[in-house]
């Protein structure tokens, strides 16, 4: 057997016999554990082979109907849920340390041809771009209640423990759906929930549903959203990130969600594609800059010892040779640490705050930072 072939072998073997050990024995008392069971399926091995993810579905379905008695509404109506004005006395006066300039921004959505031909080589920001999509009217994932409206009960997802990946006591967990929604502030949220569930308390460390592709897990979402005809375009390798390749699955395109609380951080990395990334609820600072500073960045390379002051440096992960030590949205301009940084970075630097339903688009290789400044969802198209 090939290498390639036993690679491909596991996620299958894994898949089939999740299934079947979820089925074993099934009953009340056995149900829920049965539904995480095959939501790992999902989140772990994607289910893996012909017609698989549709049977996990299935499944899934049968038992929430069958053992905890959930129906599926179809005509059932969602409201948006009023926004709770918030504190814009910093936003309104928005800069960053880091940063110089602003993200280009485009007043209208460029064709194909001209996004093809002149758009992808620069970040922009589109406006509103999302304003019409259901996950921001009919469906709105700002909903604790649609959001476990479109899972039903019983589901878990995978989240990242800590705020920020480059802190030493960062881990991940699966936890349950609901509790993870409970933990959000979202404004519809005692609709749904039992304020006497443990759940309801606040958890010591921020939790961070993040690059998790919650739309295969929950398929529903996908009618919420409307993939932009730019990720078909098939994009030349830019050239100052010549190694690009586009995504090896059949679609050449990878789908993440982000949904986190204030304060989330996804600290400065490069990625190797193309993105699309849509803000749908609450607002996200945004800061970038080109491939052409990474000598700059203070990435952890494995190979330089640097004692920063800053707890957060996990000074010895290879892993991490994509992910900055700086801190760039730090409020303290230190020129002493990282000086190669403040010199030659921030100059060239660009930031911005999305809102809800704006598209900001990301050439590979591209430095970029997230920080949520409220609850927020987003979706990111790779390609």
């Not at 998790?212 to 529903?220: A, G, V």
């Not at 190694?243 to 949904?259: A, H, R």
């Not at 290789?365 to 409220?374: F, K, L, T």
């Amino acid at each position: 057997m090939s290498h390639g072939a036993s690679g491909s072998c596991w996620p299958r073997l894994y898949t089939d016999a999740s299934i079947i050990r979820s089925l074993a024995s099934l009953n009340s008392s056995s149900s829920r554990a049965a539904i995480a069971q095959l939501d790992r399926v999902i989140i772990i091995a994607g289910a893996a082979g012909e017609g698989r993810l549709d049977l996990v579905h299935t499944l899934i379905r049968r038992i929430q109907t069958e053992f905890l008695s959930n129906t599926v509404d179809s005509t059932r109506r969602f409201s948006k849920p009023e926004v709770t004005a918030s504190d814009d006395s910093n936003l309104s006066i928005f800069s960053l340390k880091t940063s110089l300039h602003g993200i280009p921004v485009l007043d209208s959505p460029p064709s194909f041809t001209t996004f093809h031909t002149t758009h992808n080589r620069h970040p922009f920001v589109l406006p509103k771009y999302a304003s019409s999509w259901p996950a921001i009217n009919e469906h709105p994932w700002s909903s604790a209640a649609y959001l476990r409206f479109v899972a039903g009960p019983a589901r878990i997802v995978p989240v990242e423990v800590g705020a920020d990946y480059r802190a030493d006591d960062w881990t991940q967990q699966f936890i349950d759906w609901d509790e993870f929604l409970s933990t959000l502030g979202l404004d519809d949220i005692d609709l749904t929930a039992d304020l006497a569930s443990p759940s309801k308390i606040k958890p010591k460390k921020v939790l961070y549903l993040a690059q998790h592709n919650l739309i295969r897990q929950f398929p529903d979402l996908n009618r919420d959203i409307v993939i932009p005809d730019y990720v078909y375009t098939c994009p030349q390798p830019p050239l100052d990130y010549p190694q690009y390749k586009p995504p090896g699955n059949d679609e050449q395109l990878v789908i993440n969600t982000w949904l986190g609380p204030l304060g989330t951080i996804s600290p400065a990395h490069t990625d190797p594609y193309f993105n699309l990334y849509v803000q749908i609820v609450g607002r996200k600072t945004v800061w970038l800059a080109p491939p052409s500073v990474n000598r700059f960045m203070y990435a952890f390379d494995g190979d330089e010892v640097y004692e920063s002051p800053n707890p957060a440096s996990n000074k010895d992960n290879p892993s991490m040779s994509n992910t900055s030590r700086v801190d760039v949205f730090t409020t303290m301009k230190d020129e002493g640490l990282f000086p190669d940084f403040w010199s030659n970075v921030v100059p060239q630097a660009i930031s911005t705050i999305l809102e809800p339903g704006d598209m900001l688009f990301i050439p590979p290789g591209w430095w970029h930072a997230m920080r949520s400044e409220e609850t927020s969802f987003s979706v990111s198209m790779w390609f």
